[in-house]
Each structure stands twice: as structure tokens, then as C-alpha cells.
């Protein structure tokens, strides 16, 4: 039993960064139908950049919260603005060409990402300094921490933030009518262009606040971190429906949970025959399971074939 | 005289060209051998892209599903070669076994792929294909316990390379009074195979099946409604690309003499599709360029770059490898920017985009 608790906990914190990573990658594809495959490599550098940011100033003397939340700050600021110079140089002046094409693009500017990080941040694994001081809570035989319990709530702010975003304001509007035809929109007065670049730019923006979670659960970076936790993440994206924002949140959460849990019964389920170095395997055998019976995801709208 | 030229095949109106192309090909080699061992090994591997690269246009190019995970079926040819032909469990198959095998499981493992999620549209199909490119190499990683199936992450070691009779694909002997070293010896096999791939992807363009392909590629819907079997067309297609890919992964095995988990992941599905697209999707001179290209350009940095650092900074200030990576992703940026088809796109694909542009 409090393994199981413990598990769901675990999960839970993990599947609270996935989400936000699949809210970038779900609100790229929702109005321009492209998988952004240097997402990944946003991530990462958010990570990479809250760390330079949080050792450097390490020695000033300032309270350890705040060097935490300069560090977000910086970071999320120039993801944006990499999500922004991403679009405009490997996406944008592709509009119209052959599907696969920009797919090109992506792979091409996650690999100068990644490799530009390695020239930055060197090759080996990075120690994220701890800047939370860390207390360990207990409760039912599960035990989590507060920097779990900030994990969790950051990001459960950050995405009310963006359904207010989404369904309140104008740019929202412009969001959502774009997704749903762009040519009508375009009409109706929308900058098409302008919405493409802050579905960039915001969802870059959630990139960098996980990037940092991940930096400060896991406590280590390395420049190749953000291949598997961008998979994971679109997984979990493609799992609730692609270009579902809802869908995207509910996806991420469920992929850590059943992550988390497949990684502790794996061992009983098979008879100590598969260990847990399986964990990665449940995330894909779930996606291909559900899609299976799922096409379009768990809350994707059934879209028919077009004729 | 003008309808004799018309009606003879192609290789025979272009004979020049054939002769001119043969020569080439028997002459890599040698050239490359001037430079080093190394060298045919890189010729050779650019071979081994190429026969992958046209298994996956098949999938890919001519039918139009966006398999993200080929990598797969490479990897399961190369280990099934690397099981049977190796002291790992003791067997030594020979080749002309094995290789049919490999080609046979893979396609196995195609069908099984495929059969469940062929029905997915376009980018869920490639995420599946991916899941299963990296359930493939977690499993290969960890097969070693309880039973050691694969050995892990350390691989196979000491696999048998490709023997007929007493004849040797790994050491050096004399054909005819010259002298082939192992890698030049694997290199014309490799030609022979790589041609082969050819004749199949040529044949298949304009078949039966290659036009019920494209119809699939171009509007699944209007091609089911002009009977087209469109889940059987979609399945054969898969197949048979898992199958050179199984191919591919044989040779792979015997010509490196090791494989492990490593040499599977998704970089390499994904260098794969970018030899196919960047070459020109559908069109086989496109995605032979493609693959040369995309296999070519890294070595050639790999050499080119510290000499110049040094030449221009007097020392190496960047690290040479993320440099050439660095460099081989802008290269693809850059090319798709420009040649949003490819480098050698088919005419027939140039018109169709000339014309959605209007």
C-alpha cells in the first residue's frame, strides 16, 4: 500500500513536468499542425541557463527563494525568446512546404541546440545546487518533499494561468480561432503570424518553468537531458490528443502516474523476470495501446477522414 | 532508327552513363584505399545508407507513412545475424541463412507493428513508430537478465563475418591479381545488394503497387474508394521496408563484427528519414544523393575541422565534434530552407509544389 502511494506521489511529480512540456508541444501542433521536435532542446537549455543563472549567484548573499526565482525568470525569458528566434528561422519561412520538411528543420535545429549546449556547458553531468532547503514529510508510509509539493503546485498555477490565458483574453481568442482555420481567422483580422510566434513563445515559456523543475528534483543537467523528456512529454501529448490543451495536462499527469507505478510493480507483475530498468518501456506501450483503440488520443476529437 | 532508340530500355539508351557509373563504383574503392582503410569503411557504410534509405522511401517516399522508428528492424536483422553467427550461443549460420532469416523476422516484426496501427493518421502513426523503435533498443539493453539474450549494453562481440566456402569477407586475398582488402571486398558486396534495392525500388515505382502507394500517399479515401485495399497495400509497404532494413542490419553485423544497443537509437531512424527527405522523398536519385550526402558530410568534418581551427585560431577552441554536429544541423536547416523538396526532387514532385504555391 504505501508503495503504491508512494509511487502515485512520484508520478504525480513527474507527470506535473511532463504536462507542462506537452502544453508546448500540443499548442504548437493545435494551430500549425507541426511537431516541434527541438522542444526537447528548449527544455533543456532552460535548465542549463536557471542553472548558470543560480550559481553565479550562489555567493551574493541574496535568500536562496529568490536566486531560485531570478534563475526561473531568466530562463524562462530567453526560452522565449528561442522559442520566438526558433520559429522565425527554422519554421516560419517553411509555411506551405511539404509536411516532412520542417520536420527536417526541427531535427537540424535540436541538434545545433544540443550542440551548442554541449560547447556552453560541457559534456559532462552538471550538479544543480539546491537552493530549496529540503524537508521530508511523511504521510500514510509515502514520503514526499517540498520541493515535490512545489513542483506540483508551480505547475498547477502556471497552467490555470494558461486556460485563463487560452479562454479569457484576446491573443486567447486569436489562439483558438487560428487553430480552428487559419484562413478565417486571417480574415477576421487575426496576425496569423503573431499568434504562430506566441504559441512559440508561451510554450517555450512552460518549457523553461519545467526545465527548471527538473533541474531542481532530479538536481543534475546534462546537455542531452531534454531527447527523452521531449519524447516522453509529446507521448504524453499525443496520449491525451494532440493539440488539446486539457488533454495535453491530463496526458502528462497520467503518463508519470503509470510511469512511476510500471517502474515499482514491474518486478511482482513478471516475476522479478522484467526490473525496472523497463521504465522507459510503459511509456510507449501505453501510447501504442490507446492508439489502438484510441486513434486520435484519450480526449482527441475523433476526426473523420477527409474526403 | 528514332523508334528503335525509343523502345530500347533505359540502360540501353543511357549506355554511356552505365558504363560511366560502373566505372565509378568499381573505382571508389581504390581511391579510398589511398586514403586508408578508414575510408572504404566510410564508402561502405554511405552504401549500407543507402540500401536503408531506400528501404525506408519505400515506406516513406512512395506510400507516405512517416515510420519514425525503421531503426528498428535494423536493429532486429543485426542482432538475429549477431545471435546466429557468433561464440555468443555458440552457433555459426552461415550467411546465406541467416540473412533471409533476418530479413523474414524483421518483416515479421513490421507486420506485427503495423497490423494494429496502420489505421493511425499521419503523426500518431510516427509517434507509435517511434515508441517501438525505443521499446526495441530497451529491450536489447536489457535482455541480459534473467536469461542473457542480447548481452545488454555491452553487445555482441566476435560476430562471424560473411563466408562462402573458404572465402573470407574479413581478411585480404588476391582476386584475379588484385589485391582486395576485407572492407573493399564488403564494399562490392555492398554494391551488389545496394543495386539490388534499386532494381526493387525502380520496378516497384510504377507497378501495380507503387500506384496504389502513391494513390494511398497522395488521398487514402479516394483510394480506398477505386478498390484499392488500402490496409493490405499500407502493410505490404511497411513490410517490406522492415525487410531491407533487416537486410541492412545483417550486413551491418557481419561487416563490423559487433553490434550493441547503441548503434540503434532514435538518432540514427531520425538520420535515416533526413537521408530520405533531405535527398528528395519518392525520387531514388534524390534519396541516394541523400544518403551519400548525409553520410559523407560528418566524416569529412570530422577531418576538415580541427586542421582548419588550428589553421585559423592556431589551436582547437571549440570542441571538434559538437562543432560538427553543430555544423551538420545547420547544414540541414539550411538545405530545407532553400530546397523546401529536397536536393533532387522528382519532376513530377517540383510541379505539384510549383503549383500549390500559385
Given amino acids: 500500500m504505501d508503495t503504491l502511494l508512494q509511487q502515485l506521489i512520484n508520478g504525480l511529480t513527474l507527470g506535473a513536468v511532463y504536462a507542462l512540456v506537452a502544453l508546448g508541444y500540443t499548442m504548437v501542433y493545435g494551430i500549425i499542425g507541426l511537431i516541434n521536435f527541438a522542444h526537447g532542446e528548449v527544455v533543456m537549455i532552460g535548465t542549463m541557463v536557471a542553472f548558470t543563472v543560480i550559481v553565479s549567484l550562489a555567493g551574493s548573499g541574496m535568500p536562496p527563494l529568490l536566486i531560485l526565482g531570478i534563475g526561473l525568470l531568466v530562463s524562462v525569458v530567453v526560452c522565449m525568446v528561442l522559442g520566438w528566434a526558433l520559429e522565425r528561422v527554422a519554421y516560419r519561412p517553411l509555411r506551405g512546404a511539404p509536411r516532412l520538411t520542417p520536420l527536417i528543420t526541427a531535427i537540424g535545429m535540436s541538434m545545433v541546440l544540443q550542440n551548442v549546449a554541449m560547447i556552453i556547458w560541457g559534456r559532462n553531468y552538471i550538479t544543480f545546487p539546491p537552493m530549496i532547503e529540503k524537508h521530508i514529510y511523511t504521510v500514510g508510509g509515502a514520503t514526499f518533499t517540498n520541493v515535490q509539493m512545489a513542483i506540483v503546485s508551480l505547475a498547477a498555477l502556471v497552467m490555470l494561468g494558461l486556460i485563463y490565458l487560452v479562454h479569457r483574453t484576446r491573443i486567447g481568442m486569436a489562439m483558438r480561432a487560428t487553430a480552428q482555420n487559419p484562413q478565417v481567422a486571417m480574415l477576421m483580422g487575426v496576425d496569423i503570424n503573431r499568434v504562430i510566434a506566441m504559441a512559440f513563445i508561451i510554450g517555450s515559456a512552460l518549457g523553461a518553468v519545467a526545465g527548471c523543475m527538473v533541474g531542481s528534483y532530479y538536481e543534475i543537467a546534462h546537455y542531452q537531458m531534454g531527447f527523452m523528456l521531449g519524447l516522453k512529454a509529446f507521448t504524453a501529448a499525443v496520449l491525451g490528443g494532440i493539440g488539446n490543451l486539457a488533454g495535453a495536462m491530463a496526458g502528462g499527469l497520467l503518463l508519470g502516474v503509470i510511469e512511476a507505478l510500471g517502474a515499482g510493480y514491474i518486478g511482482q507483475l513478471t516475476g522479478d523476470f522484467l526490473g525496472s530498468h523497463y521504465q522507459d518501456i510503459f511509456a510507449f506501450i501505453v501510447l501504442i495501446v490507446v492508439l489502438m483503440f484510441r486513434p486520435s488520443g484519450l480526449f482527441g476529437e475523433r476526426e473523420g477522414d477527409r474526403a | ?358
Fill in chain 2, 1 to 358: 532508327m528514332n523508334d528503335q532508340v525509343k523502345k530500347a530500355l533505359p540502360w540501353q539508351r543511357h549506355w554511356l552513363g552505365v558504363l560511366l557509373i560502373a566505372a565509378v563504383l568499381v573505382a571508389v574503392p581504390f581511391i579510398a584505399a589511398l586514403g586508408g582503410q578508414a575510408w572504404v569503411r566510410i564508402a561502405n557504410f554511405a552504401i549500407l545508407y543507402i540500401f536503408l534509405a531506400l528501404g525506408l522511401n519505400i515506406v516513406v517516399g512512395y506510400a507516405g507513412l512517416l515510420d519514425l522508428g525503421y531503426v528498428a528492424f535494423y536493429a532486429v536483422g543485426a542482432y538475429v545475424y549477431a545471435l546466429l553467427a557468433s561464440p555468443h550461443f555458440g552457433l555459426h549460420l552461415p550467411f546465406w541463412v541467416i540473412l533471409p532469416l533476418g530479413a523474414a523476422i524483421a518483416c515479421m516484426f513490421g507486420m506485427l507493428l503495423g497490423a494494429p496501427t496502420l489505421k493511425l493518421r499521419g503523426d500518431y502513426l510516427a509517434i507509435v513508430t517511434l515508441g517501438f523503435g525505443e521499446i526495441i533498443r530497451i529491450f536489447l539493453n536489457n535482455l541480459n537478465a534473467p536469461i542473457n539474450v542480447t548481452n545488454g549494453a555491452q553487445g555482441i562481440t566476435l560476430i562471424d563475418p560473411i563466408r562462402i566456402g573458404d572465402f573470407s569477407f574479413a581478411e585480404t586475398s588476391v582476386i584475379f591479381g588484385v589485391e582486395l582488402s576485407g572492407p573493399q571486398k564488403y564494399y562490392f558486396l555492398l554494391v551488389a545488394l545496394a543495386i539490388l534495392v534499386i532494381m526493387v525500388n525502380v520496378r516497384l515505382q510504377d507497378s501495380r503497387i507503387g500506384r496504389a502507394w502513391q494513390a494511398i500517399r497522395e488521398d487514402e479515401v479516394a483510394a480506398k474508394a477505386c478498390g484499392i485495399n488500402t490496409r493490405n497495400i499500407k502493410l505490404l509497404a511497411f513490410a517490406m521496408g522492415a525487410s531491407f532494413g533487416g537486410i541492412a542490419g545483417g550486413v551491418f553485423s557481419a561487416m563490423q563484427g559487433f553490434v550493441s544497443p547503441e548503434s540503434f537509437s532514435l538518432m540514427e531512424s531520425i538520420t535515416i528519414l533526413a537521408m530520405v527527405v533531405l535527398g528528395g522523398m519518392g525520387h531514388i536519385p534524390g534519396v541516394i544523393l541523400g544518403a551519400i550526402l548525409l553520410t559523407a558530410l560528418p566524416e569529412v568534418l570530422r577531418y576538415g575541422i580541427e586542421p582548419l581551427q588550428d589553421a585559423i585560431f592556431g589551436r582547437s577552441i571549440v570542441d571538434p565534434e559538437s562543432l560538427r554536429m553543430l555544423i551538420f544541423g545547420l547544414a540541414m536547416v539550411l538545405v530545407m530552407r532553400f530546397r523546401p523538396a529536397g536536393l533532387w526532387p522528382s519532376s513530377q514532385r517540383r510541379r505539384e509544389l510549383a503549383e500549390s504555391e500559385k
